[in-house]
């Protein structure tokens, strides 16, 4: 079994930057599939941004999110720059030994408690 925990949320203005972390216990995730995904108040869970030896973006997370993996700390990443109030959310990190289709939350068998991301404009 894997746990995943998130941590980083917080409030920002737009504009700013936050940095999320997502621990992994149980076993090593390094050859696993791991994907940011949020969750706004009343809308369904969406990909953000994915991760297995290539890193995978939404267009709306290109240019302005980037996403990593420290294999030696069994932790991933993503970093948060130039926030929107549209990117505000719960923001889960998951994992899977196989992905088929990255943006389908059901694809991913592991997933975190969340963490809460609030921009103001």
């Known amino acids: 079994q894997v746990q995943l925990a998130e941590s980083g949320g917080g409030q920002v203005q737009a504009g700013g930057s936050l940095r999320l972390s997502c621990a992994a216990s149980?076993?090593?995730?390094?050859?696993?599939?791991m994907g940011w995904f949020r969750q706004a108040p009343g809308r369904e869970r969406e990909f953000v941004a994915g991760i297995h030896y290539e890193p995978y973006y939404t267009d709306s997370a290109k240019g302005r999110f980037s996403i990593s993996r420290d294999n030696a700390k069994n932790t991933m990443y993503l970093q948060m720059n130039s926030l929107k109030p549209e990117d505000t959310g719960v923001y889960y990190c998951a994992a899977s030994p196989s992905v088929r289709r990255w943006a389908t939350p059901g694809e991913f068998e592991y997933w975190g408690q969340g963490t809460q991301v609030t921009v103001s404009s």
């Open positions: 149980g076993r090593t995730v390094n050859d696993d599939y």
